[in-house]
T-cell receptor, first 118, second 110 residues
């Protein structure tokens, strides 16, 4: 149980295009999902908290108009990187926690999306 | 989140027990200790978590000191596939965000 799926696994795009990444909780509902970014040889950095039915909460320094987050249902959150440039190339990872589980239940992560902007 | 401190790297011989320490001296009473690992180019994998009692599952054991200021993750019989970066995180038990430190890079030696 507690499977989080991300799609696509990797994507290569030209500079200036927008890229959408999906994060799905396959066997549970998640009122909150989290989006992280990881650069080579670095740890995961939280970008934003995605809240079902309301606006996402962005971490300091993350441009909300650049990284659009939509959490339209209890099993799906999307991250759209708008007008992507080479510096946006990174490994993007989402996580979610089963809203129905007891206090302390862990978050589970997707396998990540490797984004390369040419 | 309480700050956690882990050694940057460790080696362990294949087949032996790998013991990964974590210091979380400022942990508060409602914060759990979570362990994740990340194998290269994959998302973090949940391993185990606990509040104050020792825990064991099919992957590992978690030993938390009585004062809760530190813990040890034990992989009982390490294999080459256990080579990864291991993260120890102290956090409340709800929908709070996870803050990742630099973790411990564990290398299993054949």
């Amino acid at each position: 149980g507690a499977v989080v799926s991300q799609h696509p696994s990797w994507v290569i795009c030209k500079s200036g295009t927008s890229v959408k990444i999906e994060c799905r909780s396959l066997d549970f509902q998640a009122t909150t999902m989290f989006w992280y970014r990881q650069f080579p040889k670095q740890s995961l950095m939280l970008m934003a908290t995605s809240n079902e039915g309301s606006k996402a909460t962005y971490e300091q320094g993350v441009e909300k108009d650049k990284f659009l987050i939509n959490h339209a249902s209890l099993t799906l959150s999307t991250l759209t990187v708008t007008s992507a440039h080479p510096e946006d190339s990174s490994f993007y990872i989402c996580s979610a926690r089963d809203a129905g589980r007891q206090t302390g239940a862990p978050q589970h992560f997707g396998d990540g999306t490797r984004l390369s902007i040419l | 989140d309480a700050k956690t401190t882990q050694p940057p790297s460790m080696d362990c011989a294949e087949g032996r027990a790998a013991n990964l320490p974590c210091n979380h001296s400022t942990i508060s009473g409602n914060e759990y200790v979570y362990w994740y690992r990340q194998i290269h180019s994959q998302g973090p994998q949940y391993i185990i978590h606990g509040l104050k009692n020792n825990e064991t599952n099919e992957m590992a054991s978690l030993i938390i000191t009585e004062d809760r200021k530190s813990s040890t993750l034990i992989l009982p019989h390490a294999t080459l596939r256990d080579t990864a970066v291991y993260y120890c995180i102290a956090r409340g038990g709800g929908n709070e965000k996870l803050t990742f430190g630099t973790g411990t890079r564990l290398t299993i030696i054949p």
